[in-house]
């Protein structure tokens, strides 16, 4: 079993829709949670972390994480097709080592 | 607005052949790292310098792979001899420090071995 488990997808919704990514992880130890964006063939973008438990919102995303589930989320509101990407969730701990899931791929269709 | 400077964007290079990449971080980011990314998997660590000092390295093939990071700035990953199993996307990053979250990406390089 891998330490972080994501769905590779891909998932695809309509635009507007309300998209929820999510990834699981089996470490007690990680700390930091990170969600970047890649679009094909560039780089990861870092969208949002956050520490520990709990909520943080930015524009059209919102991240959480339920460290009792072991269990993060990344929320996508007012889906556009410009969001269609792979979406990677990332931890740490206090190790500073990124632990990365596979990645799921969204599909934002007009 | 500052970027991760890679280069080249593409390479194919034959089994057996060296080759070697380039990364330029964010200007003032003392933590460097390489990442391995698979077609549809996420990018793996290879190796995480700070300034000029390897501080993991463990997921390193040492036999084949190399990195240095001479005067702490800009930073080399060489491959020798390349295998067919190397063909992947190297993707760079950098921190300020270890202990901040927010790591910047370079574009990669895409590598083919044929």
């Known amino acids: 079993q891998k330490e972080v488990e994501q769905d590779p997808g891909p998932l695809s919704v309509p635009e507007g829709a309300i998209v929820s990514l999510n990834c699981t992880y089996s470490?007690?130890?990680?700390?930091?949670f990170m969600w970047y964006r890649q679009y094909s063939r560039k780089g990861p973008e870092l969208l949002m972390y956050?520490?520990?438990?709990g909520n943080k919102e930015d524009g059209r995303f919102t991240a959480q994480v339920d460290k009792s589930s072991k269990y993060i989320s990344l929320f996508i509101r007012d889906s556009q097709p410009s969001d269609s990407a792979t979406y990677l969730c990332?931890?740490?701990?206090?190790?500073?080592?990124?632990?990365f899931g596979r990645g799921t791929s969204l599909i934002v269709h007009p | 607005e500052a970027e991760v400077a890679q280069s080249p964007r593409y390479k194919i290079t034959e089994k057996s052949q060296a080759v070697a990449f380039w990364c330029d971080p964010i200007?003032?980011?003392?933590?460097l790292y390489w990442y391995r990314q698979i077609l549809g998997q996420g990018p793996e660590l290879l190796v995480q310098?700070?300034?000029?000092?390897?501080?993991?390295d463990s997921q390193l093939p040492k036999d084949r792979f190399s990195a240095e990071r001479l005067k702490g700035v800009d930073s080399t990953l060489k491959i020798q001899p390349a295998e067919l199993g190397d063909s992947a996307m190297y993707l760079c990053?950098?921190?300020?420090?270890?202990?901040?979250?927010?790591?910047?990406f370079g574009q990669g390089t895409r590598l083919t071995v044929v």
């Open positions: 990053a950098s921190s300020v420090d270890r202990g901040r979250t927010e790591a910047f």
């Open positions: 470490n007690s130890a990680f700390q930091y």
């Open positions: 956050t520490y520990s438990s």
């Open positions: 990332a931890m740490r701990g206090g190790s500073y080592i990124p632990t």
């Open positions: 200007s003032g980011h003392a933590t």
């Open positions: 310098f700070q300034d000029e000092s390897v501080v993991d």
